[in-house]
Structures are given as structure tokens and as C-alpha cells.
């Protein structure tokens, strides 16, 4: 057996990291409600710039729905469901582990050899890299890297990478007809369409190779302006007077456009849709028809399209999808933002039916906030917080924000506010408002991070709202009600009157971090440190007095993202303490078993720097807390796509998380060799252990489930296709332990 080998993973993990990595399983299970309507997707993560395609993922026969958010690159998966006839969405946690992992700024699934799979076009350096679906039902999706950056001939004979510009979404599109692949994108300057053609067929009778040629410099024969995105139709401006054949003195102008090609009217001419950088609408183009596609000439355009119905209007830079999104088998149009950061974020997906047919679009305005609307969405950098507002013993869901888009020049911060309707055993929210106690026109600026404490002994919560510009304000409960809170302090001081502040972004925490029944201050920020504010007051009056500026000692930042934008979470478990800290890059820091180092004034070490396998692509915000009375411990994240994810502590690891169990006997699995180019695994296990063994494909699925009674055992693998396998090794008190194998 020869292949590939896919990834090295480090085999010997201690058990406290582990019952930290599968302590948390994805749930969705708890309901949400917006007015009388039950959210489908509440806990999906939200959507900021999505790009749209269908994958059929797990070879159902039913095509999926893939969104890329250029957002921190993340990926997510609406699984196709078909009951009787009717077809819905389901959405799939953690489907980025299904998927290459250096897919960055624009991802397009298209299948350009013919096999009825869908293969995945990404950003190469300058350019496109091409990973091959390999795939098949038994084992799941593979991926084979074909091309690290395509190349495409020149009129001088020379070979150069077929540009396309990192924020550009070129058309992937059999132009000429003749079975193959070819590319629709802007040249380097940003004004006109270059026509790359795939001579796959040309020289090989076969569409399974990806070797192009510059055919025409100025596809369409138009031009786009320079400094807008306005057209200029017929143009002979340099190769456009030629029909493309010079390449004239490069201009750069505004860098960003998308392009999507499309036949809009049936006459087989091949039509254009464009976005462009700072601008609101999509521009559709029409050939002509009177040159065949290759040397197409565009004579007329919709600067307002679709012009029908309601033209779009979505700040900014719109990138345009045509696919079958409601599954009747007609193509319809999704245009989204394509600016990250700086384009709308909240109601960035809209929705146009086609009431046509694929031959003759008839796109019809439907909703802004396409699947935006059926999960909890907040724009970009969600803020998760658990508090009982109203005092019926159930946690509501409050949750912050970095910011939501208004406009260019305006963005704008709000707190939602989700009400518990359940119960203490099945929890329910129900949106009460998009922006609780009117945040929004405070002044504060951009993400608000409040945490809640009865810091008086009154019985009532508290609240410290954390700010852009490093402080903290104050705010008293007034009244019963979940809006009953009224500013008592407009920066939080200390308790020499000295004003708290840790510089940006303040993100706080109340936590009894010292276990003597007083709330301290823990404060995490925008660079590397947690505050530390110990309470030397007594319960009936909070006095904070500064420790450190570096709790823990702990950095999160990265060679490229020096900054941490810490969001802390301390949680005390069986008398012991433990801290869950989100960050810029996205996952979560796990630390256990705390106490002593506080003592000590010690640094933390990480049991785990990757909690979970959680990363939110960006601006992670964990919070942990027992919402239900049967003592398990559910986990709500905040990601950079202003949404939730939820986690509901495993059954297995009742009564919650089991962070602080150690087996010293667990760490003496020892698996051999590893790699395996026989397919043959030796597991040795300690003695006198009994433990079961389940073996996972890249699916999840389990593939082999068998008891380990002897302290040498083996498995054969020998059948199932070279790849890497997860071993989960369970012993009889439920703790468990996992490994992983290459078979190459």
C-alpha cells in the first residue's frame, strides 16, 4: 500500500487533555424563538461574506449546500434532508475537518474533469490552486492537490500564473463549448475580462487536465472605469480594438471585482454578472449575439440588476452564485457581500427565486438574511453571556457584539437579549430585543462585554459592561424586570479611586477566583495579559485592588497575530479551578486545576491550546455555565461570524465535565508503527485494563468497534482505503483517551 500521508498527530496525550477534548459534544437541541417562530439553525455560527456552492458530501446522491465565509475562512454545511417528497436543510458542526485546511479568501466547487464530483478551486499565491475530489462513499471526501497555482500561456509563448487577485471571484465556465473548464477574470489592472481557455480537450481529448492559454484580453469588449464601476461597452481601448490580441501598459485601479457567467435569455451567447468594490449593485451584461463566446462582444447592460424586481442594493462589494438553494431543480441567485470587515454583515445573504427556468432565469426578489434568519445572528464577533434578567431561576441569553455594519463610514455596537421560556431541565430563548437597555446609544463605541455579580449582597446582579477604550462602566439593578438597569458608574474605579483601565477592548469577568465568597475582577484585552483586580471589600461593598497585569502569564498571539483580544471565563468544578480564555485566532486556551498557581503567583500552563477542536476563525468568546438541573455543563461560543455555537457536556461524562480525573494508566497506550504501510496497527494496552476500542474514519463513522482484553492486541486496516483513522480507547468508569494512525 502506497499513498499520501495526510497529517502527523502527535500520539501521547495526557488524560486531562483529553477529557477536556471530548468533555464537549455540538448540540443544537435547545430551541430558539424569534416572535412565534422557532429558528431552524440557532446555533450555526451566523454568516458575515458567504460564497455559495452544492457538494455532495457524503455521497447520498443529494447535492448540499457549502458556504465559505471569507470571515476568518470558515466553512460550514447544510445538509440536503428528503422525507416523502420534501426536501430540508440541516446543519453540519465542524464540517472544516472535511475540507483542506489552507482554504483562504475564495472557495468554488465545480467539477472540471468529468468524474460527477465536485472539485475545490482556491486562493493560490497570485492566483487559483486546485485540489481533486478523490472522494467516494465508503471512504468520505478526500481531496488531492492538482494544482498549486494554475498557469496559463501568453501570446509570447511564455508561462505566467493566471492572475486573480485575492479578493477577486473569477467565473469558472466552459466558455467555448467544448466540454472543459475555462476562466473568466479581471486582468491585473482591474478594467477588462481576460478569457483564459482550457485546451484540456484540444490536446488530450479528455477535460481532466487544467492547461490553459490567454485566448483574449478583453473579453466581452468593454471596460470597466477605473475609478467607479461604471462601463464602457465597444470599446477600443488597447486589446479591445484588436479583439484581445496586445497586452497594453498595466493601470491598477480599484482592486475588487466578481464575476459570475450565466446565459440569462437562451440564445446560447454567453452573459455576464458583475460586483465591484465599493459599490451597492450587481451589473448584468448582455452579449450580443452576434460573435460566437470565445470573442464575445457585450452591447448592452441592467447597472440596476435584476431591474424586474427589487434591484440589489447591498453595501458593499456583492459577489453573485447562481445554484439551486430550495430544491426544485431551478437555479436561483444568491448575491452576498464580499468586503470582510467593511461591507454588511447581519443581512448579507440575499435571496432571489428563480421563476423561470435554468434556460430562462426570471430571478424575483424573496428575503434578505437568507439562512441569516434562521440562527442567531449578531454581525461580527458574537459575546456570549448567561445571567438570570428576571429572577425566575432560569439563565437568559444576553449577547454582545463586536460590531454591525451600517455603512461605510458607521458601524455600530448592540447587545440582544434572548428571555429563558423553559424550564430548569429544558431550557428555551426567545428573542426579546436586538438592542438591550439601548447600548447602542451610549457612546461606548464598538464591543460591549458585560458580566453580572450581586456585588452588594442584595441579591440582585450587577452588571460591568467592558469597552472598546478599556474601561468599564457600572450599572445597577433597579427592578425586576430585564431591562431594569440604570448607570451608576460611568468608568469603574478601584479601590483608591485610581480609574480601571486595560487600554482596548475590555472583556471582563466576576469570578470568586480566590474561593473566600467575594467577586474579584478578572479582565482580559487587546494585547497579551489578563488583569487582575483582587476584592478587598466585604460582601456588602465590593473595593477592587490591582494584582497584575498578566495573570497567568498567559499569550495567545501568533507570529502573525501578535494581539489576543482575550475573552476569560473561570468556572470552579468540584472545589477546583479551571479557565476557558477565547482569542483573536480563534480557538480556546483550556487551564486546569488553577488554584495553587494563584497562590503561587505561578504561570498557567495550558492543558490544552486547543479546546474542543473549537475555532471560530477569529474572536473566539467561550462561556460555560450549568444551565439544566442534571449537572451537566453546556458551552456557548461566540464566533467571528456573529453567531453561537452551543455544546452540551457528553453523557458519558456525567455528572458534568471531568477535567480534574487523572489515569496515569491511560497515558501507557502505546500504538505501533505509526505510520502503517501494512494496515496493520499493534495496540498495547496497560495491564490488567480492560478497555473498548472504536476506530473512526474521516467521517466520524465507526468502521470497528472491539474489546481489548489483552495488553498486545491488533487491527487490521489493511481494507479500508490509506488515510488517518481515530482509535477512541474506552475504559470501564467512562474515562476514554484517543489516538491517532496514518495507513499509507
Same mark, same amino acid.
Given at each position: 500500500?502506497?499513498?499520501?500521508?495526510?497529517?502527523?498527530?502527535?500520539?501521547?496525550?495526557?488524560?486531562?487533555?483529553?477529557?477536556? &477534548?471530548?468533555?464537549?459534544?455540538?448540540?443544537? *437541541?435547545?430551541?430558539?424563538?424569534?416572535?412565534?417562530?422557532?429558528?431552524?439553525?440557532?446555533?450555526?455560527?451566523?454568516?458575515?461574506?458567504? /460564497?455559495?456552492?452544492?457538494?455532495?458530501?457524503?455521497?447520498?446522491?443529494?447535492?448540499?449546500?457549502?458556504?465559505?465565509?471569507?470571515?476568518?475562512?470558515?466553512?460550514?454545511?447544510?445538509?440536503?434532508?428528503?422525507? %416523502?417528497?420534501? $426536501?430540508?436543510?440541516?446543519?453540519?458542526?465542524?464540517?472544516?475537518?472535511?475540507?483542506?485546511?489552507?482554504?483562504?479568501?475564495?472557495?468554488?466547487?465545480?467539477?472540471?474533469?468529468?468524474?460527477?464530483?465536485?472539485?475545490?478551486?482556491?486562493?493560490?499565491?497570485?492566483?487559483?490552486?486546485?485540489?481533486?475530489?478523490?472522494?467516494?462513499?465508503?471512504?468520505?471526501?478526500?481531496?488531492?492537490?492538482?494544482?498549486?497555482?494554475?498557469?496559463?500561456?501568453?501570446?509570447?509563448?511564455?508561462?505566467?500564473?493566471?492572475?486573480?487577485?485575492?479578493?477577486?471571484?473569477?467565473?469558472?465556465?466552459?466558455?467555448?463549448?467544448?466540454?472543459?473548464?475555462?476562466?473568466?477574470?479581471?486582468?491585473? #489592472?482591474? &478594467?477588462?475580462?481576460?478569457?483564459?481557455?482550457?485546451?484540456?480537450?484540444?490536446?488530450?481529448?479528455?477535460?481532466?487536465?487544467?492547461?490553459?492559454?490567454?485566448?483574449?484580453?478583453?473579453?466581452?469588449?468593454?471596460?470597466?472605469?477605473?475609478?467607479?464601476?461604471?462601463?464602457?461597452?465597444? =470599446? %477600443?481601448?488597447?486589446?479591445?480594438?484588436?479583439?484581445?490580441?496586445?497586452?497594453?501598459?498595466?493601470?491598477?485601479?480599484?482592486?475588487?471585482?466578481?464575476?459570475?457567467?450565466?446565459? @440569462?435569455?437562451?440564445?446560447?451567447?454567453?452573459?455576464?454578472?458583475?460586483?465591484?468594490?465599493?459599490?451597492?449593485?450587481?451589473?448584468?451584461?448582455?452579449?450580443?449575439?452576434?460573435?460566437?463566446?470565445?470573442?464575445?462582444?457585450?452591447?448592452?447592460?441592467?447597472?440596476?440588476?435584476?431591474?424586474?424586481?427589487?434591484?440589489?442594493?447591498?453595501?458593499?462589494?456583492?459577489?453573485?452564485?447562481?445554484?439551486?438553494?430550495?430544491?426544485? *431543480?431551478?437555479?436561483?441567485?444568491?448575491?452576498?457581500?464580499?468586503?470582510?470587515? *467593511?461591507?454588511?454583515?447581519?443581512? =448579507?445573504?440575499? $435571496?432571489?427565486?428563480?421563476?423561470?427556468?435554468?434556460?430562462?432565469?426570471?430571478?424575483?426578489? =424573496?428575503?434578505?438574511?437568507?439562512? &441569516?434568519?434562521?440562527?442567531?445572528?449578531?454581525?461580527?464577533?458574537?459575546?456570549?453571556?448567561?445571567?438570570?434578567?428576571?429572577?425566575?431561576?432560569?439563565?437568559?441569553?444576553?449577547?454582545?457584539?463586536?460590531?454591525?455594519?451600517?455603512?461605510?463610514?458607521?458601524?455600530?455596537?448592540?447587545?440582544?437579549?434572548?428571555?429563558?421560556?423553559?424550564?430548569?431541565?429544558?431550557?428555551? !430563548?426567545?428573542?426579546?430585543?436586538?438592542?438591550?437597555?439601548?447600548?447602542?446609544?451610549?457612546?461606548?463605541?464598538?464591543? +460591549?462585554?458585560?458580566?453580572?455579580?450581586?456585588?452588594?449582597?442584595?441579591?440582585?446582579?450587577?452588571?460591568?459592561?467592558?469597552?472598546?477604550?478599556?474601561?468599564?462602566?457600572?450599572?445597577?439593578?433597579?427592578?425586576?424586570?430585564?431591562?431594569?438597569?440604570?448607570?451608576?458608574?460611568?468608568? @469603574?474605579?478601584? $479601590? +483608591?479611586?485610581?480609574?480601571?483601565?486595560?487600554?482596548?477592548?475590555?472583556?471582563?469577568?466576576?469570578?470568586?477566583?480566590?474561593?473566600?465568597?467575594?467577586?474579584?475582577?478578572?479582565? #482580559?484585552?487587546?494585547?497579551?495579559?489578563?488583569?487582575?483586580?483582587?476584592?478587598? #471589600?466585604?460582601?456588602?461593598?465590593?473595593? !477592587?485592588?490591582?494584582?497584575?497585569?498578566?495573570?497567568?502569564?498567559?499569550? +495567545?498571539?501568533?507570529?502573525?497575530?501578535?494581539?489576543?483580544?482575550?475573552?476569560?471565563? !473561570?468556572?470552579?468544578?468540584?472545589?477546583?479551578?479551571?479557565?476557558?480564555?477565547?482569542? /483573536?485566532?480563534?480557538?480556546?486556551?483550556?487551564?486546569?486545576?488553577?488554584?495553587?498557581?494563584?497562590?503561587?503567583?505561578?504561570?498557567?500552563?495550558?492543558?490544552?491550546?486547543?479546546?474542543?477542536?473549537?475555532?471560530?476563525?477569529?474572536?473566539?468568546?467561550?462561556?460555560?455555565?450549568?444551565?439544566?438541573?442534571?449537572?451537566? $455543563?453546556?458551552?456557548?461560543?461566540?464566533?467571528?461570524?456573529?453567531?453561537?455555537?452551543?455544546?452540551?457536556?457528553?453523557?458519558?461524562?456525567?455528572?458534568?465535565?471531568?477535567?480534574?480525573?487523572?489515569?496515569?494508566?491511560?497515558? /501507557?497506550? @502505546?500504538?505501533?508503527?505509526?505510520?502503517?504501510?501494512?494496515?496493520?496497527?499493534?495496540?498495547?494496552?496497560?495491564?490488567?485494563?480492560?478497555?473498548?476500542?472504536?476506530?473512526?474514519?474521516?467521517?466520524? &463513522?465507526?468502521?470497528?468497534?472491539?474489546?481489548?482484553?489483552?495488553?498486545?492486541?491488533?487491527?487490521?486496516?489493511?481494507?479500508?482505503?490509506?488515510?488517518?483513522?481515530?482509535? @477512541?480507547?474506552?475504559?470501564?468508569?467512562?474515562? !476514554?483517551? =484517543?489516538?491517532?494512525?496514518?495507513?499509507?
Amino acid at each position: 500500500m502506497s499513498k499520501t500521508i495526510f497529517f502527523v498527530i502527535a500520539i501521547c496525550w495526557n488524560i486531562s487533555l483529553i477529557q477536556a &477534548q471530548f468533555g464537549f459534544e455540538f448540540s443544537d *437541541s435547545i430551541p430558539v424563538e424569534i416572535g412565534n417562530d422557532q429558528l431552524k439553525f440557532p446555533w450555526s455560527g451566523g454568516i458575515n461574506h458567504a /460564497q455559495f456552492s452544492t457538494i455532495d458530501y457524503d455521497f447520498d446522491g443529494l447535492n448540499d449546500l457549502f458556504i465559505f465565509d471569507r470571515s476568518g475562512n470558515q466553512i460550514m454545511l447544510f445538509k440536503t434532508i428528503e422525507e %416523502n417528497g420534501d $426536501y430540508t436543510y440541516k446543519y453540519i458542526h465542524n464540517a472544516a475537518s472535511l475540507f483542506p485546511e489552507d482554504l483562504r479568501y475564495r472557495v468554488q466547487l465545480i467539477d472540471y474533469n468529468g468524474d460527477d464530483k465536485v472539485d475545490l478551486f482556491t486562493y493560490g499565491i497570485g492566483g487559483i490552486k486546485v485540489y481533486k475530489n478523490t472522494g467516494n462513499l465508503i471512504d468520505g471526501l478526500q481531496w488531492e492537490v492538482v494544482k498549486e497555482v494554475l498557469k496559463s500561456e501568453m501570446p509570447n509563448g511564455s508561462f505566467s500564473n493566471l492572475f486573480v487577485s485575492s479578493v477577486d471571484i473569477p467565473a469558472l465556465y466552459d466558455v467555448d463549448g467544448d466540454g472543459d473548464l475555462d476562466i473568466l477574470t479581471f486582468n491585473i #489592472g482591474g &478594467q477588462r475580462i481576460e478569457y483564459h481557455k482550457n485546451t484540456s480537450v484540444e490536446n488530450y481529448a479528455s477535460t481532466d487536465s487544467l492547461i490553459f492559454k490567454l485566448e483574449n484580453e478583453c473579453w466581452g469588449k468593454f471596460i470597466e472605469s477605473d475609478v467607479s464601476n461604471s462601463i464602457d461597452l465597444n =470599446s %477600443n481601448f488597447g486589446p479591445c480594438a484588436n479583439n484581445g490580441l496586445n497586452i497594453p501598459e498595466v493601470t491598477p485601479r480599484h482592486s475588487g471585482s466578481t464575476v459570475l457567467a450565466i446565459n @440569462l435569455n437562451n440564445d446560447n451567447y454567453l452573459d455576464l454578472i458583475l460586483g465591484d468594490v465599493s459599490h451597492r449593485n450587481i451589473t448584468a451584461l448582455f452579449n450580443d449575439t452576434l460573435h460566437a463566446n470565445p470573442n464575445a462582444v457585450m452591447d448592452s447592460l441592467d447597472i440596476n440588476f435584476p431591474s424586474n424586481t427589487t434591484p440589489v442594493d447591498i453595501p458593499i462589494f456583492p459577489a453573485n452564485f447562481y445554484l439551486d438553494v430550495n430544491h426544485d *431543480s431551478i437555479k436561483d441567485l444568491i448575491v452576498t457581500t464580499n468586503a470582510s470587515g *467593511s461591507s454588511e454583515n447581519k443581512e =448579507s445573504v440575499w $435571496y432571489y427565486k428563480n421563476n423561470g427556468t435554468n434556460e430562462v432565469p426570471n430571478f424575483v426578489f =424573496s428575503e434578505k438574511g437568507f439562512l &441569516q434568519n434562521q440562527m442567531i445572528e449578531n454581525g461580527k464577533g458574537a459575546l456570549p453571556v448567561l445571567v438570570d434578567l428576571n429572577n425566575d431561576g432560569l439563565k437568559d441569553l444576553l449577547i454582545g457584539t463586536y460590531f454591525q455594519y451600517l455603512d461605510p463610514a458607521d458601524k455600530i455596537s448592540k447587545i440582544q437579549c434572548y428571555l429563558n421560556t423553559g424550564t430548569s431541565s429544558e431550557p428555551k !430563548f426567545k428573542f426579546i430585543t436586538d438592542d438591550w437597555l439601548s447600548l447602542s446609544n451610549s457612546g461606548y463605541a464598538l464591543r +460591549m462585554h458585560p458580566t453580572f455579580g450581586d456585588l452588594n449582597n442584595n441579591a440582585k446582579q450587577e452588571m460591568i459592561l467592558g469597552r472598546a477604550d478599556g474601561l468599564l462602566s457600572l450599572y445597577k439593578k433597579t427592578g425586576p424586570g430585564i431591562q431594569d438597569y440604570s448607570l451608576e458608574e460611568i468608568t @469603574l474605579k478601584d $479601590y +483608591m479611586g485610581e480609574v480601571i483601565d486595560v487600554g482596548q477592548y475590555a472583556s471582563p469577568q466576576l469570578f470568586d477566583i480566590t474561593n473566600n465568597g467575594r467577586l474579584d475582577l478578572v479582565i #482580559g484585552k487587546k494585547t497579551a495579559g489578563l488583569v487582575y483586580y483582587e476584592n478587598i #471589600g466585604t460582601k456588602n461593598q465590593y473595593s !477592587f485592588k490591582w494584582v497584575t497585569d498578566d495573570l497567568g502569564a498567559i499569550d +495567545m498571539g501568533n507570529i502573525y497575530q501578535t494581539d489576543n483580544y482575550s475573552t476569560p471565563h !473561570f468556572v470552579r468544578h468540584e472545589d477546583s479551578l479551571h479557565l476557558f480564555v477565547g482569542n /483573536q485566532i480563534g480557538n480556546i486556551h483550556y487551564f486546569s486545576n488553577l488554584d495553587q498557581d494563584i497562590i503561587d503567583d505561578n504561570p498557567f500552563v495550558a492543558a490544552s491550546k486547543n479546546f474542543a477542536n473549537i475555532n471560530t476563525g477569529g474572536f473566539s468568546s467561550p462561556f460555560v455555565s450549568q444551565l439544566t438541573d442534571d449537572g451537566r $455543563y453546556h458551552l456557548f461560543v461566540g464566533t467571528d461570524l456573529g453567531g453561537l455555537w452551543a455544546f452540551v457536556a457528553d453523557k458519558d461524562s456525567e455528572p458534568a465535565l471531568k477535567l480534574t480525573k487523572q489515569d496515569t494508566a491511560e497515558k /501507557q497506550i @502505546l500504538v505501533f508503527p505509526n505510520p502503517s504501510k501494512n494496515g496493520i496497527i499493534n495496540i498495547k494496552t496497560p495491564a490488567l485494563k480492560k478497555l473498548q476500542l472504536k476506530v473512526l474514519n474521516s467521517l466520524g &463513522q465507526v468502521i470497528i468497534t472491539k474489546e481489548l482484553n489483552q495488553p498486545l492486541n491488533k487491527i487490521d486496516l489493511s481494507t479500508y482505503r490509506n488515510g488517518v483513522y481515530t482509535l @477512541l480507547f474506552i475504559s470501564d468508569s467512562g474515562d !476514554f483517551t =484517543s489516538k491517532k494512525v496514518i495507513i499509507k
